[in-house]
């Protein structure tokens, strides 16, 4: 039997997954905390497809769906607080672009300028300056302030939005080699994995027009153990799961595989820009591949991935179109109390909503999400 998602079919599939569950051998571990009714829903639906039709995939989001936090924002961090770029101003300049009306009420000529220029200062102090010492700059404070903030604002901005943001953050790290991007996730993985899951406020004051200027980040990453043991029995079960991300590609990889999920690295894909000679990330977009990002995650899947799908699992607006994909035998949402078209999904029947504790970065047995 395969779950079609047209058949309302919960009240039946919970009876067998109830009988199921009881004979099932291949158990998730004692530390997972899924809702029962999702992961014997998830099992029941694997070991009841077709036959006759070989060769099924899965496809899952990564950040905030297979691990607590996003990779991108975590690097596009890092590389802010630290100030790791290897772009020079003018190449800088080039990634913000210009525009007229004011972006959340500021003045957006003189923000881009301030941005710019602050940059640039930063840049030069770096040439004779440890990050230590530059940490202790006016410069400093003001520009990590600002960028996070205007990259934050960009994002709800109907003239940017996710479509300027997410290949940004990707720009933003031209210059360095895919091997050197991957090492820079690690890092950040290293550091950023080892903060309390808590917020954190940012502000600085600016001369008007700008004036005070506050923003806040989470801190903190882990991985989703009971993402991972899943992706680790659909493996088992000759089920190849890939990860469609809207995260860089090279920094999603680093994060499957410091985080041990068993994804082949060809089974991952993210935002991606143009590499010059030696395999150097440059600022050019690459045309001929679509930008992972709600429709974009469906062409991806039509251009790279030539399977029938048995399960499909994201958190945020980003992934519903492929979360509402036709034939696909289980659709997963994590449960982030979201307000935009995916909360639309939440009281569908067809849609298993797993639910977290974001004190503990962890699933919780419920539907529902603890507010946080």
């Given at each position: 039997?395969?779950?079609?998602?047209?058949?309302?079919?919960?009240?039946?599939?919970?009876?067998?997954?109830?009988?199921?569950?009881?004979?099932?051998?291949?158990?998730?571990?004692?530390?997972?905390?899924?809702?029962?009714?999702?992961?014997?829903?998830?099992?029941?639906?694997?070991?009841?497809?077709?036959?006759?039709?070989?060769?099924?995939?899965a496809v899952f989001d990564?950040?905030?769906?297979?691990?607590?936090?996003?990779?991108?924002?975590?690097?596009?961090?890092?590389?802010?607080?630290?100030?790791?770029?290897?772009?020079?101003?003018?190449?800088?300049?080039?990634?913000?672009?210009?525009?007229?009306?004011?972006?959340?009420?500021?003045?957006?000529?003189?923000?881009?300028?301030?941005?710019?220029?602050?940059?640039?200062?930063?840049?030069?102090?770096?040439?004779?300056?440890?990050?230590?010492?530059?940490?202790?700059?006016?410069?400093?404070?003001?520009?990590?302030?600002?960028?996070?903030?205007?990259?934050?604002?960009?994002?709800?901005?109907?003239?940017?939005?996710?479509?300027?943001?997410?290949?940004?953050?990707?720009?933003?790290?031209?210059?360095?080699?895919?091997?050197?991007?991957?090492?820079?996730?690690?890092?950040?993985?290293?550091?950023?994995?080892?903060?309390?899951?808590?917020?954190?406020?940012?502000?600085?004051?600016?001369?008007?027009?700008?004036?005070?200027?506050?923003?806040?980040?989470?801190?903190?990453?882990?991985?989703?153990?009971?993402?991972r043991q899943l992706i680790?029995?659909?493996?088992?079960?000759?089920?190849?799961?890939?990860?469609?991300s809207a995260s860089t590609?090279?920094?999603?990889?680093?994060?499957?595989?410091?985080?041990?999920?068993?994804?082949?690295?060809?089974?991952?894909?993210?935002?991606?820009?143009?590499?010059?000679?030696?395999?150097?990330?440059?600022?050019?977009?690459?045309?001929?591949?679509?930008?992972?990002?709600?429709?974009?995650?469906?062409?991806?899947?039509?251009?790279?991935?030539?399977?029938?799908?048995?399960?499909?699992?994201?958190?945020?607006?980003?992934?519903?179109?492929?979360?509402?994909?036709?034939?696909?035998?289980?659709?997963?949402?994590?449960?982030?109390?979201?307000?935009?078209?995916?909360?639309?999904?939440?009281?569908?029947?067809?849609?298993?909503?797993?639910?977290?504790?974001?004190?503990?970065?962890?699933?919780?047995?419920?539907?529902?999400?603890?507010?946080?």
């Amino acid at each position: 039997m395969c779950i079609s998602p047209g058949e309302n079919t919960s009240d039946t599939i919970d009876e067998q997954c109830s009988s199921h569950s009881q004979s099932e051998s291949s158990l998730v571990s004692m530390t997972a905390n899924w809702h029962p009714q999702n992961i014997n829903r998830i099992r029941l639906a694997i070991d009841t497809l077709p036959t006759a039709d070989p060769g099924y995939c899965a496809v899952f989001d990564f950040d905030n769906t297979c691990i607590f936090r996003d990779i991108g924002q975590a690097v596009f961090r890092h590389q802010l607080f630290h100030l790791k770029y290897r772009l020079n101003a003018e190449h800088f300049a080039a990634l913000i672009p210009e525009l007229e009306e004011p972006l959340a009420g500021v003045p957006y000529s003189v923000l881009r300028t301030t941005l710019i220029d602050l940059y640039a200062e930063l840049m030069e102090q770096k040439k004779t300056k440890s990050i230590k010492e530059i940490r202790d700059l006016e410069a400093y404070e003001r520009f990590r302030t600002l960028f996070f903030w205007y990259a934050a604002m960009a994002r709800k901005d109907e003239r940017l939005g996710p479509r300027f943001v997410l290949p940004l953050l990707a720009k933003l790290l031209a210059g360095f080699t895919v091997e050197e991007t991957a090492l820079l996730a690690a890092e950040t993985i290293r550091e950023i994995a080892a903060e309390p899951l808590a917020a954190h406020e940012l502000h600085a004051d600016f001369p008007e027009p700008i004036g005070y200027v506050k923003t806040a980040y989470p801190m903190g990453m882990k991985p989703f153990e009971e993402m991972r043991q899943l992706i680790e029995e659909l493996e088992g079960k000759g089920i190849s799961c890939k990860v469609v991300s809207a995260s860089t590609g090279w920094l999603v990889r680093e994060a499957v595989r410091s985080f041990a999920f068993p994804v082949q690295e060809g089974n991952i894909f993210g935002i991606k820009v143009k590499l010059a000679e030696g395999g150097l990330l440059t600022t050019e977009e690459e045309h001929d591949y679509p930008l992972t990002f709600r429709q974009g995650k469906v062409d991806i899947i039509r251009k790279f991935i030539d399977q029938p799908i048995a399960l499909i699992a994201g958190d945020a607006d980003t992934d519903y179109e492929m979360l509402t994909l036709d034939d696909v035998a289980v659709r997963l949402i994590i449960n982030r109390n979201q307000k935009g078209v995916i909360s639309t999904l939440y009281q569908d029947p067809r849609y298993l909503l797993q639910g977290l504790d974001p004190t503990t970065g962890r699933f919780r047995p419920s539907r529902e999400t603890i507010a946080s």
